[in-house]
Each structure stands twice: as C-alpha cells, then as structure tokens.
C-alpha cells in the first residue's frame, strides 16, 4: 500500500509530552482517511522516550522509530527521519505541540492545489518573551539581506513537503545543516499557511540564546559570503585611510620636519592594522574551517536500531 503521508518528528526528551502527541495527531491522521507513517526520531534522549515509543510502536505499526546513536541536534534528526520517509507528502512536526497537528489538513489541501511546499507560518508566539519575540524576528531580516534566498519570517520546520522537494533536500548531504535554510533553498513551488503558534505543551524547550546565537552564525555563513566580504571591505578601508594618515604625516614632515618621534601614529597603525588582520584571517578560518568538514565527507549520523518497516529508505 503506497503511503500518502509521512510526519516526522524529531525527539529529545519528549517523554512527558507523548502521549498528547500522539492522541492528537492520530486523531487529525486517522480523519484524513489516508495511508500515513509517524516516523519519530529519537535524538539521543536521556530520559525514557524510546522506551515510550516502543510501546507506542507495538500498538500502532504505522508510529515508526529511528533512535539515532546519539543527540545530533535536531537539524540532523529531522534529515534521518526525512530519509527514512516513503509517503508521497513529508510533514515535518515538533514534538512539543507547538505545531499543532489540526493544522496538518490544511496544509494537505493546498498540496493537493499543486504546491510543493506548504509552510505554516506563525502569526503569533505564545509563551515566548518579547526578548525571543525579537531576536528572532531580527534575525530573519539579516538573513534575508544577506543571503540571496528568503527564508520566511515566523515559520519553523513545520510545513508539507512534496516527494519531489523530498527527494532535492535528500540529495544535500552538507554538515552544515541549516534545515530552514535547505528547505528554501531547494526551491519549488511554495506557499504559506498562518497560524497561531501555542507555548510548549510540556517538557522544556532545550533552547538558550546561546544555541540561538549558533544557529544565526550557522544560518549566515551557511547561505552567506557576506562576512567574508565585510572583512575584505573593512580591510581595505582601513587600508585607504592608514595611507591618507601617512601621507599627511608625509607632507607635514615635509614641510615642518618632525617636531616629535612618531610614536603615537605609529602605534595607532600597527595596532589598527592588526586588529583588522586578526579580524580577516578569524572570517577566512570560518571559511576554511568549513571546507575542512565538508571535505571530510563523514555520514551525517548513525542509526543504531530502527523500529518499522520503512519503503522509502534505499541503501
Ligand atoms: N529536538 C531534537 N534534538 C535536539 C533538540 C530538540 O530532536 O537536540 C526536537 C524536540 O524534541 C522537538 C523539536 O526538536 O520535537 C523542537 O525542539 P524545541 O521545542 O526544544 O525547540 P523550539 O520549539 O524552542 O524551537
Ligand atoms: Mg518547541
């Protein structure tokens, strides 16, 4: 029986949510009336999620598990669950409601309508400070400027994808992986859905600012040159004005001689100078640093047991 919809949900110590989870999304699944697949990823959780989704699995076939050997962020456990996927739609979905699951038939309606991508965009943020409210939204504008492609605003992982779509972001197998970046990247036809995102149904979000942080630098220098240009710009300005300053200091000596040894402009250049070659060669490292692990090629993660029969998955 072909499957016409896999969701996949990434998982890191999502014990206490599961069971609402997975009550409602089956609730949404069942109504639509079509073959589907809950493909779950166990992201290397401490607490007993596996356990849970053994259980879960053994009552219901069609909730799917990959427990990955270990956390490699959720970037990478929605990329195995993608993989692993065999429905002609792919629903990626978060574990914590945020997403909620009611939303999923209309998302397949406007897949239905000839869409590739169906992403659903959050018109509010419950449950999350104004602080989180803005970063992210600034976020969004800088990458939009400084990237050619436009990562929407608002809009999470959750959103339906078309097994051609699919099949594009299977064949991008970077170490980098800015999923929200990836998805946009690979293009077709895409459309927005709005909805109201809720605060965190349970557990605790496993993010900080920090991690925040990470990813904006993941996200830009992921999808950006900017950076590198930036460094190359300052460079050179730095550069004309150093020679303008000598040059004056030239024509003064010149003209009036040199009243007092040079220390000061000279300290002010070297330094100056220094400062903007360390800040250069930390952009190029970046880069190179990034060479370095794409050229290393490693599997992007290790599945250490599967749960499930799934179609889609060729070795
Ligand atoms: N997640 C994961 N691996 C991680 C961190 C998170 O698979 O290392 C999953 C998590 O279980 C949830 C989803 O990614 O299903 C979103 O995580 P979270 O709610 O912490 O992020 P936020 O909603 O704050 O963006
Ligand atoms: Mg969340």
């Known amino acids: 029986m072909k499957i016409s919809f896999s969701i996949v949900v990434p998982m890191y110590n999502e014990s206490s949510g599961i069971e609402a989870f997975f009550s409602r ?23 007993d999620t596996l356990e849970r989704l053994r259980q879960i699995h053994g009552r219901d076939p069609r909730i799917k598990v990959i427990d990955l050997s270990r956390n490699f962020g959720k970037e990478i456990a929605l990329t195995a669950g993608i993989d692993f996927a065999s429905g002609e739609a792919v629903i990626p979905i978060d574990a914590d409601l945020q997403d909620p699951p009611e939303l999923i038939p209309r998302l397949v309606e406007k897949w239905r309508e000839g869409y590739d991508v169906v992403y659903a965009t959050r018109i509010e943020r419950d449950g999350e400070s104004f602080f989180k409210r803005w970063t992210a939204r600034m976020f969004y504008r800088l990458i939009r400027r400084l990237t050619r492609i436009g990562i929407p605003g608002d809009t999470g992982d959750f959103r339906l994808m078309s097994r051609p779509v699919v099949e594009a972001l299977k064949s991008l197998r970077e170490q980098h992986r800015f999923m929200k970046g990836l998805f946009s990247w690979v293009g077709f036809r895409q459309v927005s859905v709005p909805y109201r995102r809720e605060p965190r149904f349970a557990g605790k979000s496993n993010w900080n600012y920090w991690k925040l942080w990470n990813f904006a630098l993941e996200g830009i220098t992921s999808f950006s040159y900017v950076p590198l240009q930036i460094a190359t710009y300052f460079g050179l300005l730095i550069a004309f004005f150093s020679f303008c300053y000598g040059l004056y200091l030239l024509v003064r000596t010149l003209l009036y001689g040199n009243p007092v040894p040079g220390y000061p402009s000279l300290m002010v250049v070297i330094l100056f100078l220094g400062g903007v070659q360390l800040f250069t060669l930390g952009v190029v490292g970046e880069y190179i640093g990034r060479i370095y692990n794409e050229s290393k090629r490693r599997p992007l993660y290790f599945v250490r047991q599967t749960m499930g029969n799934f179609l889609g998955h060729n070795t």
């Open 25 to 47: 999304t089956l609730k949404v699944m069942d109504e639509l009336g079509e073959p589907f697949e809950i493909i779950c990823i166990n992201d290397g959780s401490r607490d």
